[in-house]
């Protein structure tokens, strides 16, 4: 079974609309962390937002915010104001602690293109 | 502040031959990973160690060895390579309860 799922492998969204970018995900182990990150057309990885699996509130930073559903286990990105440099592919990402070993997992992405 | 520091950038190997990409970190993480970036298929773990001296499998280990003398370097080898290792290789340094952080990548092509 996929442990993170990104069901959305493209999307295109009209600059300055807000876009909800989905990721499910799948773990037993009770204290976990799951990632969003972005990586544009030069390749790096770029960090984006946290939320721990006991934190009570929705993570935000800036125009990004997670829609943490822990009973659906779905961790959604949210990126109000959309902007022509939100252009890139989209990671969901979880830790997870599992038997002593750390694992970070990745979903297979969502390529988000704003179109002017 | 360099971060994590992958080399090389680009490299393109024959089949068969070995070699090693390395990854430096500065900031006395110790979890450490590597994954690679195919297309449509995310990236996956190769191997990741929580601390010098114990490294552990990821999701596709084979072909790939490493080892952690250091908190700082974590070296992946490539001991044979073949064509289906023809991937974007990432490096990540974690403290190991948020982000990772990244490195640059290795485009790597094999002959």
């Known amino acids: 079974a996929q442990k993170i799922t990104q069901t959305q492998p493209g999307m295109f969204v009209q600059e300055k609309e807000a876009v909800t970018l989905d990721c499910t995900y799948d773990?037993?182990?009770?204290?976990?962390?799951l990632f969003w990150y972005k990586q544009p057309s030069s390749g790096e990885m770029i960090f984006l937002i946290y939320q721990g699996s006991y934190d009570q509130q929705n993570a935000t930073e800036g125009r990004y915010s997670l829609n943490f559903q822990k009973a659906r286990k779905s961790a959604n990105l949210v990126i109000s104001a959309s902007q022509l440099g939100d252009s890139a592919m989209y990671f969901c990402a979880m830790r997870e602690n599992l038997f002593g070993n750390e694992k970070l997992t990745f979903g297979t992405g969502t390529r988000l293109t704003i179109i002017p | 502040n360099a971060g994590v520091t992958q080399t090389p950038k680009f490299q393109v190997l024959k089949t068969g031959q070995s070699m090693t990409l390395q990854c430096a970190q500065d900031m006395n993480h110790e979890y450490m990973s590597w994954y690679r970036q195919d297309p449509g298929m995310g990236l996956r773990l190769i191997h990741y160690s929580v601390g010098a001296g114990i490294t552990d499998q990821g999701e596709v280990p084979n072909g790939y060895n490493v080892s952690r003398s250091t908190t700082e370097d974590f070296p992946l080898r490539l001991l044979s390579a073949a064509p289906s290792q023809t991937s974007v290789y990432f490096c990540a340094s974690s403290p190991g309860t948020f982000e990772a952080f990244f490195g640059q990548g290795t485009r790597l092509t094999v002959v």
């Open positions: 773990t037993s182990d009770p204290s976990y962390g």
